[in-house]
């Protein structure tokens, strides 16, 4: 089990461009969690997805900002329009079915983004 | 609202001292805690959870529903325990984890 993978692992984008980051959970976890952690501040939560459904987006910015977990395919963390405020790590986690999820998450190694 | 403050960013002590670091909560109902961490160059990970009662590495956290806090403690420090320490919280089964700002402890030999 290679456990959570993210790409890309850094990412540059001018400002006004777009940021795509993906998220493969580890195998056989149905859930996926969104993080960012901004310099020198703790991890925010952003998102909550299971595949094709959003359970809690409570802390992402209403504007631009967007997340998608398909029947298929890595989960998306997607940033229209990117800032500078924008930079940051953005991590994911992943979790087993909810009857079996203890509260561990799995992290991945994180998505860095810097806008220009 | 679920609140997780860990109030020191920084910590460092000596090899061998005994270590506590400090993580106080705010939550009207029955929280999960959990203590994670993240030693250089590797991914976060769960150390321990309050439900389980383990020692972990030497590390514990007792739940002090009084105080609303959980504090993790070792009474003898190793330099391998230099890391990132996040304590969080989770509100009901199946909800979000929410973190703490962290503390970065560092063990002096």
């Known amino acids: 089990n290679a456990g959570v993978m993210q790409n890309p692992r850094h990412l540059v984008r001018r400002r006004g461009q777009e940021a795509r980051l993906r998220c493969s959970p580890m195998?056989?976890?149905?859930?996926v969690y969104w993080y960012r952690q901004l310099p020198e501040e703790g991890l925010k939560f952003m998102v909550y997805?299971?595949?094709?459904?959003?359970?809690?987006e409570s802390g992402m910015p209403k504007e631009r900002f967007s997340a998608e977990f398909p029947k298929e395919g890595p989960s998306i963390l997607r940033i229209q329009q990117v800032v500078r405020g924008d930079s940051a790590a953005y991590f994911c986690?992943?979790?087993?079915?909810?009857?079996?999820?203890?509260?561990?998450?799995?992290f991945g190694e994180g998505s860095r983004l810097t806008v220009l | 609202a679920q609140r997780v403050t860990q109030p020191e960013k920084l910590l460092s002590v000596f090899k061998g001292a005994p270590v506590e670091l400090k993580c106080n909560y705010s939550?009207?109902?029955?929280?999960?805690l959990f203590w994670y961490v993240q030693y250089s160059r590797q991914r976060l990970q769960l150390l321990l959870r309050?439900?389980s009662r383990e020692s972990i590495k030497g590390f514990t956290a007792d739940l002090n529903k009084g105080e609303t806090s959980f504090h993790l403690k070792k009474p003898f420090a190793q330099e391998e325990d230099s890391a990132m320490y996040y304590c969080?919280?989770?509100?009901?089964?199946?909800?979000?984890?929410?973190f703490g700002e962290g503390t970065q402890l560092t063990v002096n030999p």
């Open positions: 986690a992943s979790s087993p079915l909810l009857q079996e999820n203890t509260g561990e998450l799995f």
């Open positions: 195998k056989g976890h149905s859930h």
């Open positions: 997805l299971q595949k094709e459904n959003i359970i809690d």
């Open positions: 939550y009207s109902g029955s929280p999960e």
């Open positions: 309050h439900i």
């Open positions: 969080a919280l989770r509100g009901t089964s199946g909800s979000r984890l929410t």
